[in-house]
């Protein structure tokens, strides 16, 4: 009944390729509190402590608006939801982004004001802007003009001049390891999971998916180039017991994602104290991003003290390693070696 009432105020004519293209955003559960702003603190949440523009999730959100040329990254475009959990009525806010129609190279035809529809069933009230909403496009399709090249391609896209089309204060206050942080997650969208996402999209034109497919991937490797070259790409680390010692073993996410110069790579590490004024070990090298502290150096480690274990990779060729990264590591009372937390130390 609901789509009965819709159409007649959208009509794509009888020839075949006309239609309406419809985009809905569904409503999630709980109660709605207002849009979250990209600067500032939720006044209505009493858990948001941490000013938005400092939150390392909204500040490398930038890379997967650069990804996908989500140029209209704004507060009418997002949502925060209070789910009750508990009998007393407490519970907790969940953030939620929608509005990517302007997306995939869409943006200047977003800003053309496509004929649209909503339908007075969703009962929006005006902060919400579109939440829960179907938005019906008139406008049909041309084949010959399917994508405009020019806004959204790989050949023309810039990782370090892309911007959005309205200030954000998230992305302006986003330095380089919130960039490394979102091309760790980034790199696991390979290209299988993107032609998967893609598909879910049912083009009816199947050229047209794959070459959307292919953009995507093509933007990914230039996002991951750019940021996975200027921070160390180390990281995932876990630790294990081997034999006498403990192994500490990581990820390139830059050899992980087959980037061009990243062949042939080796790894250097060593154990020093927190201060660094004592070395445990000396330099090591490594084929693999991992680093063994035997029982030797286990020995020499102070109970529950913090202590630097460095690694940085070496690219072939490179004359010098890469930034490093220091994985904090402590023995236990047990006699046992933890990770205790990862820091990165950087100009910015």
């Known amino acids: 009944s609901d789509l009965s009432a ?14 309406v293209r419809a985009l809905v955003t569904e409503k999630p559960e709980g109660t709605f509190i207002g ?20 939150r390392r999730e909204l500040r490398g959100l930038s890379v997967f608006s650069a990804w996908l040329d989500n140029r209209l990254a704004v507060e009418s475009r997002t949502a925060d939801v209070f789910v009750g959990t508990e009998k007393d009525g407490s519970g907790h806010v969940v953030h939620y982004l929608f509005g990517f129609e302007s997306s995939l190279g869409n943006h200047e035809r977003a800003l053309e004001g496509f004929e649209g529809y909503v339908h007075p069933s969703a009962q929006l009230s005006p902060i ?40 954000n204060a998230a992305f302006s206050n986003s330095v380089t390891r919130d960039s490394l942080w979102a091309s760790f997650i980034l790199s696991r969208f390979t290209d299988d999971r993107i032609s998967a996402i893609v598909s879910t999209a049912e083009f009816s034109d199947r ?13 990914r490797d230039k996002l991951l180039k750019t940021w996975l070259s200027t921070q160390s790409p180390l990281g995932d680390f876990e630790v294990k017991r081997a034999g006498s010692g403990f192994e500490v073993t990581g990820r390139d996410v830059a050899v992980d994602s087959n980037l061009p110069g990243t062949e042939g790579s080796v790894y250097m590490w060593r154990l020093r104290t927190i201060n660094r004024k004592a070395n445990l070990t000396e330099w090591a090298e490594a084929q693999r991003p991992s680093a063994f502290v035997d029982g030797k150096a286990l020995n020499l480690m102070r109970q529950g003290r913090l202590h630097d274990l460095e690694i940085a990779a070496k690219r072939a060729g490179e004359d010098w390693p890469m930034h490093s990264v220091h994985v904090l590591v402590r023995k236990t009372g047990g006699g046992e070696l933890e990770i205790a937390g990862i820091t990165r130390r950087s100009a910015r």
């Open 6 to 19: 819709i159409f007649p105020h959208h009509r794509g004519g009888a020839d075949r390729g006309a239609g």
């Open 35 to 54: 849009p979250f702003s990209y600067s500032g603190r939720h006044r209505k949440d009493p858990n948001d402590r941490i000013p938005h523009q400092h």
């Open 128 to 167: 919400v802007m579109g939440l829960p909403n179907i938005t019906l496009y008139s406008q049909r399709e041309k084949p010959e003009t399917r994508i405009s090249h020019e806004a959204f391609d790989v050949e023309s896209f810039e990782p370090l001049l892309w911007m959005p089309a309205v200030t």
């Open 207 to 219: 050229p047209l998916s794959d070459e959307i497919a292919g953009i995507l991937a093509g933007r």
